[in-house]
């Protein structure tokens, strides 16, 4: 259907609405309302959203079945009502790539789909992303959107693109958090991206890509920032992170050219004997691994195979 993925994420964000997970969801029962729902969606494109007259209600009576019987809130679905009235003026339904802008005359940030400009609904905007479509949007403009109160709530896919004149010369503040992948897409090959020590990076399972620069996580602290629910990253270039961030992972490290390159930073001699048991779990065969002690310091560099390394 269609509209079953942003129907799907309706039922996730309302949930969350009462302080409810969207992982104590049933997720068979999600997948089953989620197609049912989809049909009471007569149009989606940006801010433009038409509904049949029976989808409230259908969306609270399915995302309160959804919630196992300990956590619901409330003793009915009408529990729901005030928050989908809250809900609907906040949603952007992104239906194919779109791109973030902002419109200097007026002070407005805008996303274009399909060569059409729509208004972002507000500073907290509910994206409704389907299947293959992803948000793209240039780092300084992303870091001007956060730093001006905006986000981005149910993000899927995300581009984030770095240009060849961006300044990264000091290290870089993001707050990126997405219930989907999330890509670097840098213009220039030598370009380096530090992210700053209280950055957030949390990809709830999804997929980093890093094409053709450097994406440095490893100056990230957890307490101050996160870098968390990685699952696979994907590398058409390089990647410098610690051996704490590795270990959380819960997907591979893939090779994604021949020239890709993976930096993992170890703090002691006990991270450093139990890297290598760690890079064949985590790391593809093939892989070019450099291992750095104390942040400054290379121990080795080897290219990642069973049995064989190159010094």
């Known amino acids: 259907m269609p509209y079953q993925a942003q129907a799907k994420q309706l039922i996730h964000l309302l949930a969350q609405t009462k302080a409810i997970d969207a992982h104590l969801l049933n997720e068979r029962l999600v997948d089953i309302f989620s197609l049912i729902l989809s049909r009471q969606i007569i149009e989606m494109e940006g801010t433009d959203i038409d ?5 409230d209600t259908l969306l609270s009576v399915f995302t309160w079945v959804s919630i196992p019987s ?3 809130p409330g003793t009915s679905p009408t ?23 902002y419109d200097d005359d007026r002070g407005q940030y805008v ?7 729509y208004d972002l609904p507000g500073q907290s905007t509910r994206l409704l992303t389907a299947d293959a479509a992803q948000l793209r949007a240039k780092l300084g403009l992303i870091q001007q959107f956060q730093d001006d109160g905006y986000a981005f709530l149910g993000q899927k896919d995300l581009t984030i693109e770095v240009p060849d004149d961006a300044n990264l ?32 990076l949390k990809l709830n399972g999804g997929t980093l890509y890093i094409q053709d620069g450097t994406l440095n ?17 994907v590398l058409s270039s390089r990647i410098i992170m610690t051996f704490e961030q590795l270990q959380q992972m819960s997907g591979t490290i893939h090779r994604g050219s021949d020239t890709s390159t993976f930096t993992v930073l170890v703090n002691n001699q006990a991270q450093a004997q ?18 750095w002690r104390d942040l400054c310091r290379r121990l080795r560099s080897h290219h990642v195979a069973r049995g064989r390394s190159s010094r």
Not at 51 to 55: E, K, L, V
């Open 51 to 55: 509904w049949h007259p029976a989808f």
């Open 70 to 72: 300990k956590q619901r």
């Open 79 to 101: 529990v729901f009502s005030e928050s989908i009235t809250e809900l609907k003026p906040t949603l952007f339904a992104l239906n194919s790539d779109g791109q973030l802008g």
């Open 111 to 117: 996303i274009t789909l399909d060569g059409q400009t």
């Open 169 to 200: 010369s000091n290290r870089q503040f993001l707050d990126i958090q997405s219930d989907g992948d999330v890509r670097f897409a840098f213009e220039g090959e030598n370009q380096n991206l530090v992210l700053r020590s209280d950055s957030n």
């Open 217 to 233: 996580v490893a100056r990230v602290i957890e307490g101050q920032g996160s870098f968390s629910g990685v699952g696979d990253i």
């Open 274 to 291: 139990a890297l290598k048991t760690l890079l064949q779990e985590r790391v593809q065969d093939g892989l070019t691994t450099r291992v």
